[in-house]
């Protein structure tokens, strides 16, 4: 476990199926972000979020529908997805750190998300 | 963010130790190389970070030259388990407020054999 908790690890759905990934992290981190992972493709950032307000959103699809309630949960909300949307959806989390330490993301396990 | 250039695939037999070269031309003085390792299925992992000259931990040595225009990832005593792909990071993507914009590039996929 790495503090990063996602849910479900595994998801098949329909194309006209809403279906929602959440993330949580037991860090105290205060940015968390939603990322992408298709086959033979490097990791792709899809939305950031720092102290629950939405800082970014990378050209998106609105199909993918982000929220973030409080610092420690992340979902992913998911309707009339497409085939190609089939990836490993990653959650990561981070904190303002000292500068030489450890910094950057903490992810979580992702799920893998199949549209048939 | 500076540009990273690694080899796409390497392999080694177990209980060698693994060296994977990573260029990065154009960093900045601010920037941070940073290396994660990523399994299968799994999210990447935080390995190693530095700035200059060399960093140890009990998982990885990071040796930077002087220029920092590449950085090399040591794995001592690779084992069946270190498969997986190492992506090399530079920048620090900080963009205030803890929350960063990494940018990962397709890495380098070590294949460690029996």
């Known amino acids: 476990e790495t503090g990063v908790t996602q849910t479900p690890r595994h998801l098949v759905m329909g194309m006209t199926n809403k279906k929602s990934l959440k993330c949580e992290q037991h860090?105290?981190?205060?940015?968390m972000y939603w990322y992408k992972q298709s086959a033979k493709k490097p990791l792709e950032l899809m939305f950031v979020?720092?102290?629950?307000?939405?800082?970014e959103n990378n050209s998106v699809p609105s199909r993918f529908s982000p929220e973030c309630p409080n610092s420690s949960h992340l979902f992913l909300h998911l309707h009339t997805l497409q085939p190609e949307d089939s990836a490993l959806y990653l959650c990561?989390?981070?904190?303002?750190?000292?500068?030489?330490?450890?910094?950057?993301?903490?992810f979580g396990s992702g799920t893998r998300l199949t549209v048939v | 963010l500076a540009k990273t250039t690694q080899p796409i695939s390497m392999d080694s037999y177990e209980g060698q130790e693994v060296n994977i070269t990573c260029s990065h031309n154009?960093?900045?003085?601010?920037?941070?190389i940073t290396w994660y390792q990523q399994f299968p299925s799994q999210g990447p992992r935080f390995i190693i970070q530095?700035?200059?000259t060399k960093v140890t931990n009990e998982v990885a040595s990071l040796f930077i030259p002087a220029d920092r225009k590449s950085s090399t990832l040591s794995l001592p005593r690779v084992s069946l388990s270190d498969t997986a792909v190492y992506y090399c990071?530079?920048?620090?993507?900080?963009?205030?407020?803890?929350?960063?914009?990494?940018?990962f590039g397709k890495g380098t996929k070590l294949s460690v054999i029996p």
């Open positions: 990561a989390s981070s904190q303002d750190p000292d500068r030489g330490t450890n910094y950057g993301y903490t």
């Open positions: 860090l105290g981190h205060n940015a």
């Open positions: 979020y720092n102290f629950k307000e939405q800082t």
């Open positions: 154009n960093i900045a003085t601010n920037d941070y």
């Open positions: 530095g700035y200059k």
């Open positions: 990071l530079v920048g620090d993507g900080y963009s205030g407020a803890g929350s960063y914009q990494l940018t």
